[in-house]
């Protein structure tokens, strides 16, 4: 890997990042953090899916980019995501609602680097 594609991909990671935090009003920390509190942990399955899907991370990675989770832990969360995505919108709660349209609004306008 290049350093240019390198630090392209660390600004596309920092720029998703910044994205979550003023959507959710969480901070980095609790992003990445090992917070088992319900909705840090689905804002956290849905930056996992940011990272799968928008940056095009693997999941080993994006699992040391999250405090050295496991890539299985990383699965599971953009397992958790795609079954949220096949619910019925009047089924999910306001907070898997904001979820979903932050989500949306990332694969219409993604991040530029």
Do not use: C, W
Request: charged letters at 25%; glycine letters at 4%.
């Amino acid at each position: 890997m290049t350093s240019k594609t390198k630090s392209a991909r660390i600004v596309l990671i920092s720029a998703l990042a910044r994205r979550f935090e003023n959507a959710f009003r969480i901070t980095p920390h609790a992003l990445e953090g090992r917070s088992r509190v319900e909705p840090i942990v689905l804002y956290r399955h849905a930056f996992m899916h940011a990272l799968y899907h928008v940056a095009g991370e693997n999941t080993p990675r994006i699992g040391v980019l999250l405090d050295g989770r496991h890539h299985t832990a990383v699965l599971h969360g953009l397992k958790r995501i795609r079954n949220l995505r096949k619910r019925r919108r009047s089924t999910l709660t306001e907070t898997e609602l904001e979820v979903l349209d932050v989500l949306a609004d990332l694969e219409v306008n993604p991040p530029q680097v």
